[in-house]
């Protein structure tokens, strides 16, 4: 079993979490992936799950009734390689796809990006070295952690190539710049595994680091739960409840049984 030590947990920035109390039959978890429960890494596919992060989150899954969900940029199908055998409930692509559920299907709750928005952004990409284009089925992900000086240029030139496509929006992440159907959010996403019976009249606890969690840790709110924080590029540590992933994943495993 994965364990850290509760003193192992750096000291919190907002106090949030001091005298938070966290009732396995009352409350509901949504995790972010990258930069929350994973550290951040080189490349989308090069992020690593720590020996016995599998076995936390499935005891965290069955302390908390199935009340335990992924929120995450990435697809349902990404989540479940990193966590195999575990297949959590899960929102993907920024709300645009589902899992119903623990070791429920999937539901694809957007259409595809069309073929002409997808050949636009690779037209942009491909005058770029160093950007990495991912088709998500319902987004697209424009990676540029091995040219980050490219940013600035990259959100404009995408801005301008979605143009015709009003059904699609530009999302900023770390290091990535995500295209995706408007109408889709993780705050739409969390809404909606929310109407899951797991999770049904409990309280949201969301977990996020990114901008692309605001409006989940806001809906969250709206539902009478709280949105908690991690320290990166987008939380000061004065803001954030977490300094790292190590320390969620420590959290997390305090909230099982010992
Ligand atoms: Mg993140």
Request: overall charge neutral; hydrophobic content about 45%; some cysteine.
């Amino acid at each position: 079993m994965y364990r850290l030590e509760m003193q192992d947990v750096p000291a919190t920035g907002t106090g949030r979490l001091d005298g938070l109390e966290v009732r396995a039959d009352a409350c509901a978890l949504f995790i972010d992936i990258d930069g929350t429960l994973l550290d951040m890494a080189p490349t989308p596919d090069a992020v690593q799950v720590p020996p016995g992060l599998v076995a936390t989150l499935t005891d965290l899954s069955d302390t908390f009734g199935g009340a335990v969900a992924l929120i995450t940029g990435r697809r349902v199908a990404d989540a479940d390689r990193f966590f195999a055998p575990l297949k959590l409930a899960v929102s993907g692509v920024h709300g645009a796809e589902a899992r119903n559920g623990r070791d429920g299907g999937t539901a694809l709750l957007a259409g595809l990006v069309p073929d002409g928005l997808t050949a636009a952004v690779r037209d942009v990409a491909k005058a770029r070295p160093g950007i990495l284009v991912e088709d998500k089925g319902s987004g697209l992900a424009v990676h540029y952690r091995n040219a980050p000086e490219q940013r600035t240029a990259l959100k404009l030139e995408l801005g301008r190539a979605l143009g015709p496509w009003k059904g699609f929006a530009v999302r900023t992440g770390r290091k990535v710049i995500d295209i995706v159907p408007k109408a889709h959010s993780k705050a739409t996403g969390l809404a909606w595994l929310m109407t899951l019976p797991e999770f049904q009249g409990r309280r949201p606890i969301m977990i996020g680091d990114d901008h692309g969690d605001e409006p989940a840790i806001r809906a969250a709110e709206r539902l009478g739960g709280i949105g908690l924080t991690v320290a990166g590029e987008h939380f000061t540590p004065e803001r954030a409840d977490f300094m790292t992933p190590a320390s969620v994943r420590c959290w997390l495993a305090s909230l099982c049984p010992p």
